[in-house]
T-cell receptor
Framework: DVKVTQSSRYLVKRTGEKVFLECVQD?????MFWYRQDPGLGLRLIYF???????EKGDIPEGYSVSREKKERFSLILESASTNQTSMYLC???????????FGQGTRLTVV | QQQVKQSPQSLIVQKGGISIINCAYE??????FPWYQQFPGKGPALLIA?????SEKKEGRFTISFNKSAKQFSLHIMDSQPGDSATYFC????????????FGSGTKLNVKP
């Protein structure tokens, strides 16, 4: 079974902190994604990566950056956390052009 | 601008009934339309998907109906069960675009026993 593992289920951070969300997949997938899930807004794409060290902005990249130094690991970075970044963050991976995306269990981040 | 619009936001159905969730899209370049199911505390998981060369796809109690001319697709859950209670997301993507999906806003389904 494909496994996408996010390092934390719950995080509480203070405003202004630098926050790292980590994601690891074990299926050698080329593509990895970070989504943000908010009630009534669905899943919105923050960033994605189609290869090591390659990244592309999604629909809502402001306030975020990403890092992909190894194929299996994709990190989301909140440079200076703000309260409006309180949300559920979902990592996903996939292989090929248009195939199934496998999601992690999510990280619920609260910024206070 | 939301690329995929989903309705209703929430749905209550009696056990054994039919659940219907609708989605509409704007971009005619989309050519892959999956539905994802998410249980509380879990990430979304692929439920069923369709490509626009067919008008319907059925897997067990789950059916996608696709209307290319209307740019609409829907999920039908027949004989709905309490275990189907979850949040459902429709999505759309364009082949060759790195699996970049555009998701609907989600429908929270509650199947009452």
């Amino acid at each position: 079974d494909v496994k996408v593992t996010q390092s934390s289920r719950y995080l509480v951070k203070r405003t202004g902190e630098k926050v790292f969300l980590e994601c690891v997949q074990d299926m050698d997938h080329e593509n990895m994604f970070w989504y943000r899930q908010d009630p009534g807004l669905g899943l919105r794409l923050i960033y994605f990566s189609y290869d090591v060290k390659m990244k592309e902005k999604g629909d809502i990249p402001e306030g975020y950056s990403v890092s992909r130094e190894k194929k299996e690991r994709f990190s989301l970075i909140l440079e200076s956390a703000s309260t409006n970044q309180t949300s559920m963050y979902l990592c996903a991976s996939s292989s090929g052009w248009v195939t199934e995306a496998f999601f992690g269990q999510g990280t619920r981040l609260t910024v206070v | 601008q939301q690329q995929v619009k989903q309705s209703p936001q929430s749905l209550i159905v009696q056990k054994g009934g039919i659940s219907i969730i609708n989605c509409a899209y704007e971009n005619t370049a989309f050519d892959y339309f999956p539905w994802y199911q998410q249980f509380p505390g879990k990430g979304p998981a692929l439920l069923i998907a369709i490509r626009p060369d067919v008008s319907e796809k059925k897997e067990g109690r789950f059916t996608i109906s696709f209307n290319k001319s209307a740019k609409q697709f829907s999920l039908h859950i027949m004989d709905s069960q309490p275990g189907d209670s979850a949040t459902y997301f429709c999505a759309a993507s364009k082949e060759g675009n790195f699996n970049k999906f555009y998701f609907g806003s989600g429908t929270k389904l509650n199947v009452k026993p």
